[in-house]
């Protein structure tokens, strides 16, 4: 019962957090939403990593996750650091401002020095002083440029720390120079680079910072970046063909709802004077749209603010009920074409990670929780706890993967002769190819698809306005005739 209230009793003390303190969610506004949930969320995840499941096996999932990728993100809790802002000139007297944190004025002090810069201030923030345009999370072609360079100066000899140095160095941005010197004082402090970069927060991915962790001790630091710079270069080009599929459709349909909109409200109005002073016989479709141009004038408020609410419920929903989550992905699996798109997508994005962890010689039971820890789908994140159970009874990987409809047969075979032979790193490798390609086809055939219908969508909605004017005047001119 306690379970099933919490849900409501987060969103209780979100109201009641709006409406009590509004100041707070102006100076924070710009994280957005999603920091709200994330914070309300953020202990129910911690204290119940796996909640109830359709099987009564799965609850042994918990008992499999290791120490050392169950907690979050190797943070120093005893440490409290302090957040400075400072202003410096560097080599060539030009003006850097940015913020850094640490223990203490004196910290900071050292280490601007120790970088080459000349002090002009230091300065605690205060409560109010926040980073607007901060970003969470790193995106996947920034991670992919970032690896990349971090390789190519590796590679030509020169020193991690330095390397990340450069990187700081060249950017533009407050919070990624922000984020780099954090890096260069974690590694100055003596701390490795997986360490350091789970330092950071959520900026960058679990996935990551478990490879390079293995490839600390493997000493294969330089080919594990190019792996990943690889890896987050596929991701970010999945992620653009879906932007470009869904960008033109969405432009027509505002487009469209703009247009209705603006006949309802502008245009229909000037022809229910006239038919009113005819007095004539109305059909019912010129009825059905004077009603809603009616009904639209009348209430445009109550709709706004019911829009919202029904976008701010739904959200809400989607990120704290799990169940309601489950049953959207579900929903849109089952979809044709756009279920598909997910199902390829998430296979993909499964094989490829997989085939890269075995490949870095990470454990199978490892790369089984980092899986898990990185889908944002449900019913895949199931399917993946379940072959960790399977695995703690000395059951295969693809014992979970049998018979489930989310996941293809051609990937469950593909999986079975991987396991089967030995080479299972190699034939996920193979997965990922053959599904990315068909996730681009899928893509592709869907916006051919959806732009004809748009554009068949607004010809039917304003024909049916059009219609609903010209109907009635034809009778006119009948009667009048």
Do not use: C
Request: charged share 20%.
């Amino acid at each position: 019962m306690e379970l099933a209230m919490l849900p409501f009793i987060k969103v209780y003390h979100l109201v009641r957090f709006i409406f009590n303190r509004p100041f707070v969610i102006l100076n924070y506004a710009h994280t957005g939403f999603l920091t709200i949930i994330d914070k309300l969320t953020h202990r129910e995840s911690t204290l119940h990593k796996i909640e109830q499941r359709e099987e009564d096996d799965d609850d042994e999932f918990i008992n499999l996750l290791p120490e050392d990728l169950v907690k979050d993100d190797a943070l120093d809790k005893n440490v409290k650091k302090i957040s400075f802002r400072y202003e410096v000139k560097n080599d060539a007297n030009q003006t850097i401002r940015s913020v850094f944190d640490a223990t203490s004025k004196e910290e900071v002090e050292h280490f601007l020095q120790n970088e080459g810069y000349t002090i002009v201030s230091v300065t605690p923030r205060k409560s109010y002083d926040i980073d607007l345009f901060a970003s969470k999370k790193m995106k996947a072609a920034d991670l992919s440029f970032t690896l990349t360079q971090l390789s190519t100066y590796i590679k030509a000899g020169i020193p991690l720390v330095d390397s990340v140095r450069i990187l700081a160095k060249q950017s533009v941005k407050p919070e990624k120079r922000k984020i780099y010197e954090s890096i260069v004082y974690e590694l100055l402090m003596g701390e490795n680079f997986s360490t350091a970069l789970s330092r950071q927060g959520k900026v960058f991915p679990r996935l990551l910072i478990n490879m390079i962790k293995t490839a600390e001790m493997t000493g294969d630091l330089a080919g594990t970046l190019d792996d990943m710079a690889e890896y987050y270069t596929s991701i970010d080009q999945t992620r653009k063909q879906m932007i470009s599929a869904m960008t033109y459709p969405s432009i027509i349909f505002v487009m469209a709802i703009g247009v209705v909109i603006f006949i309802l409200v502008f245009v229909i109005p000037k022809f229910i004077e006239m038919f009113e002073n005819q007095n004539a016989p109305l059909p019912w479709i010129t009825v059905f749209v004077i009603n809603a141009s009616n009904f639209i004038k009348n209430n445009y408020i109550f709709i706004i603010i019911a829009v919202v609410l029904i976008i701010f419920v739904t959200y809400a929903l989607y990120q704290n009920v799990k169940n309601f989550k489950k049953g959207v992905q579900r929903i849109l699996m089952r979809m044709p074409m756009i279920g598909n798109i997910i199902i390829y997508n998430e296979v993909t994005t499964f094989t490829k990670t997989f085939a890269s962890l075995l490949n870095h010689s990470v454990f199978i039971t490892d790369s089984m929780v980092i899986l898990s820890q990185l889908t944002s789908n449900e019913i895949y994140k199931k399917i993946i706890n379940r072959s960790l159970v399977n695995l703690s009874k000395g059951a295969k990987i693809s014992d979970a993967f049998k018979g489930q409809w989310a996941f293809p047969v051609v990937a469950y075979e593909m999986l079975v002769t991987g396991e089967n032979t030995g080479q299972l790193g190699l034939m996920m490798e193979k997965v990922s190819e053959h599904y990315q390609d068909l996730h681009k086809n899928a893509v592709n055939r869907l916006k051919s698809l959806i732009e004809p219908i748009m554009i068949a969508f607004l010809a039917f909605i304003v024909g049916g306005i059009i219609l609903s004017i010209i109907i009635p005047m034809f009778s006119l001119y009948q009667d009048f005739s």
